[in-house]
């Protein structure tokens, strides 16, 4: 079974561009999950979606955003990004019901 | 944003030790789990608890659900070189509509001599 794959593995940007990142779940997990692992700041979670709608979102601002496709992918674009947006950003998925999430290899995000 | 307590920021045993870690919360939770990260990759789920009190086993790992719900530990029994890495622990509510995120810890990372 294939597991979590996010795609590009890294991005360079410069500050002020806008990002795509993109993740594709284990098959029949509907909940994506992203997270930001940002050195010595250890995983903050970002957005929570499922079934194609956002069920939850941390502590970022609205440059922050994604959505859900109806094959249950994701994408997570970060706009006006800023040289802090610097990080590894992680997807993972579940298939709801109380079983636990499953993470990607994630995308490294460098700002310069 | 909340985040679990997890000491001392690095460990570093011998091949063939036993290893304990533990990670707290000023918060309850009703799920914890612990993750592994190794360089270059995401975390990978190493043991999911569900109840306070619950004692669970894979391999050579252990695991425990803290009876306050506020904490866990995780024990490493006769360690081997790919037990290098760092080590997560994560909490959950579950079955609370919103708050279905993980809230981690910071991670230790476990260096093993041979």
């Known amino acids: 079974e294939a597991g979590v794959t996010q795609s590009p593995t890294h991005l360079i940007k410069t500050r002020g561009q806008q990002a795509t990142l993109r993740c594709s779940p284990i098959?029949?997990?509907?909940?994506v999950y992203w997270y930001q692992q940002a050195l010595g700041l250890g995983l903050q979670f970002l957005l929570w979606?499922?079934?194609?709608?956002?069920?939850n979102r941390g502590n970022f601002p609205p440059r922050f955003s994604g959505r859900q496709f109806p094959n249950y992918s994701s994408e997570l674009n970060v706009n006006a990004l800023e040289l802090e947006d610097s990080a590894l950003y992680l997807c993972?998925?579940?298939?709801?019901?109380?079983?636990?999430?499953?993470f990607g290899d994630g995308t490294r995000l460098s700002i310069l | 944003g909340q985040q679990l307590n997890q000491s001392p920021q690095s460990m570093f045993i011998q091949e063939g030790e036993d290893v304990s870690m533990n990670c707290t919360s000023s918060?309850?939770?009703?799920?914890w789990l612990w993750y592994k990260q190794d360089p270059g990759e995401g975390p990978v789920l190493l043991i999911a608890?569900?109840?306070?009190?619950e004692l669970t086993s894979n391999g050579r790992l252990t695991a425990q659900f803290g009876i306050t719900r506020k904490d866990s530990f995780l024990n490493i029994s006769a360690s081997i070189p790919s037990d290098v890495g760092i080590y997560f622990c994560?909490?959950?509510?579950?079955?609370?509509?919103?708050?279905?995120?993980?809230?981690f810890g910071k991670g230790i990372t476990l260096s093993v001599r041979p």
């Open positions: 918060s309850i939770f009703n799920t």
């Open positions: 608890l569900y109840k306070a009190g």
């Open positions: 994560a909490g959950q509510m579950l079955n609370t509509g919103a708050n279905s995120k993980l809230t």
């Open positions: 993972a998925s579940s298939p709801g019901g109380g079983q636990p999430q499953h």
């Open positions: 979606y499922d079934e194609g709608e956002e069920r």
């Open positions: 098959s029949g997990h509907t909940s």
